[in-house]
């Protein structure tokens, strides 16, 4: 199919008013913004596109100042209350000013990945204005091979994984060529807020919900006191969901750890041949990419003579419903036992498939969701102690997000990769897997006082994936020669037998 022959994005385009249109940030994100105050717990996200081509700057540009005015978050910053008594809101940014949050750049030299990374990592590491929209892209040129590159920076409160995805899938468009049948921007307009009346209409909020949420209070303790077993259940849960996983050790390499020296790497494979991987063993394309990241460690500490065992891994959970607004932040985060001692790939596999079945039943799996009420309204000066205290530190956080599954395009220039750079509040390593028109894009943060020899790291990290690709191959290799075994098998009981 041609350029000219593709499909638009229409349907995309038009959904993009609805991305994430909520006054008030959540009380998740409301959490991720205020304990951003303290440089450990930061909530950076960068996502890194390479393009195949440098697109034209003006065509770029243009298509941001559209993007910008159909997607209205993009064009509003955070107005706090003057007190926390409830989450901040979002208003227009009556000074937006594209040419600030648009930039362009060239590496000196045709450069590869890693000097491509190197940049992504320093703008990953700078902080954002917080009297401005949340977001910043910048245009890579001078990729080898003619190639150029986006980086978006922004913060977590804007979107989780799903949510990106949503943006990106409806933003950008199916062809290479311009789209005259692009939808007109909406024309809107809203008050301006003030902090004073945010906390103001907050305290009338919470006068007027009083009385129903003591009764909702006391209907949920009658609850409880009626069923002292399930009252005991939730809060064994509890304990064990905020609580390092039993049966766990961390990494000596933790005492190092300072949380802000971030070091970016990447690795990618087919889709089909994780899935594979996944299958020879019994266990999901996301039981094997968090085994090939154990691997990955568990080969590392070894270069250090270091042996591993069970280390505490997390792993956030969509908990977004079909019928939820596209946009904002609707995850919960679970922690499980890491067998990064296992040395058979297969088992491990096996032994991750049986921690995160276990995990998932949690009743309370989404405890950080129940009391980030409390703790987003925690003053600044107490919240790192409260974030601290709320949910273990771990070695290794894994997500996994089903990404686009045809080819998308930026202002001409066609998409070839999108691996995204989590932070890292509370972990070791981040690794996140977006699946991009059958590639795996891994993209890996992890802190560089703990894991100090980073080409030693990306090796063995590499390393861990290949050993658990093989598993595929070789179950698929093991299963073409049974099926032509038996082939072949059934054609001999059909020969007629010679005579004498």
């Known amino acids: 199919m041609t350029a000219d022959e593709r499909p638009t994005n229409e349907a995309g385009w038009a959904a993009l008013p609805e991305w994430s249109t909520n006054v008030r940030m959540n009380d998740l994100e409301a959490l991720m913004w205020r304990g951003e105050r303290h440089p450990e717990f930061s909530s950076i996200v960068i996502v890194v596109e390479v393009l195949d081509s440098v697109p034209d700057w003006d065509r770029f ?235 990955g460690i568990r080969r590392y500490h070894q270069a250090q003579g270091i042996e591993l065992g069970d280390i505490p891994v997390a792993m956030p959970l969509s908990i977004r419903r079909p019928d939820d607004p596209p946009g904002g932040n609707r995850f919960a985060g679970a922690f499980f036992a890491g067998p990064a001692g296992t040395d058979d790939p297969s088992e491990r596999i096996a032994a991750i498939r049986g921690a995160v079945l276990s995990v998932r039943e949690e009743p309370a799996i989404d405890v950080l969701g129940m009391l980030s009420p409390v703790l987003s309204r925690v003053p600044s000066g107490l919240l790192g102690l409260a974030l601290g205290s709320a949910a273990p530190r771990v070695d290794l956080s894994g997500s996994n997000v089903p990404g686009l599954t045809a080819d998308a395009y930026a202002a001409g220039a066609r998409v070839d990769r999108m691996f995204v750079f989590g932070p890292l509040p509370g972990a070791s390593m981040l690794a996140i897997l977006v699946s991009y028109v059958g590639t795996c894009c891994i993209g890996i943060n992890c802190d560089g006082a703990v894991f100090e020899n980073t080409p030693v790291l990306w090796s063995c990290m590499q390393d861990g994936l290949d050993e658990v690709l093989e598993l595929g191959r070789s179950h698929n290799q093991a299963q073409t020669c049974a099926s032509s075994t038996g082939r072949f098998n059934r054609t001999r009981s059909v020969q007629p037998q010679r005579e004498g």
């Open 61 to 295: 540009r243009a298509a941001h100042e559209w993007g910008t005015a159909m997607v209205r978050r993009l064009r509003q910053r955070v107005v706090e209350p003057v007190i926390p008594v409830g989450p901040p809101a979002w208003v227009d940014d009556p000074n937006f000013d594209l040419d600030y949050h648009l930039r362009r750049t060239s590496l000196p030299q045709p450069a590869g990945i890693p000097q491509l990374l190197e940049l992504a990592q320093l703008i990953g590491e700078s902080p954002l204005d917080r009297g401005r929209p949340l977001w910043t892209g910048t245009l890579v040129g001078n990729l080898d091979g003619g190639r150029a590159a986006y980086i978006l920076q922004c913060h977590h409160c804007l979107m989780d994984g799903a949510g990106a995805i949503q943006l990106f899938s409806n933003m950008h468009s199916n062809r290479a060529d311009e789209s005259p049948s692009k939808p007109i921007p909406p024309i809107t307009s809203a008050a301006a807020v003030d902090p004073v009346t945010l906390a103001l209409d907050d305290v009338a909020e919470h006068v007027r919900r009083a009385p129903r949420l003591a009764l909702q209070s006391i209907e949920k303790l009658r609850d409880a006191i009626a069923s002292p077993a399930s009252a005991l259940e939730f809060l064994g849960s509890m304990r064990r969901v905020l609580s390092p996983p039993a049966g766990t050790s961390p990494s000596p390499l933790l005492e190092r750890q300072v949380g802000r020296a971030w070091r970016y790497g990447v690795l990618e494979c087919s889709l089909d041949e994780l899935k594979a991987a996944g299958r020879a063993a019994g266990g999901s394309v996301n039981d094997a990419y968090m085994a090939a990241l154990l691997g």
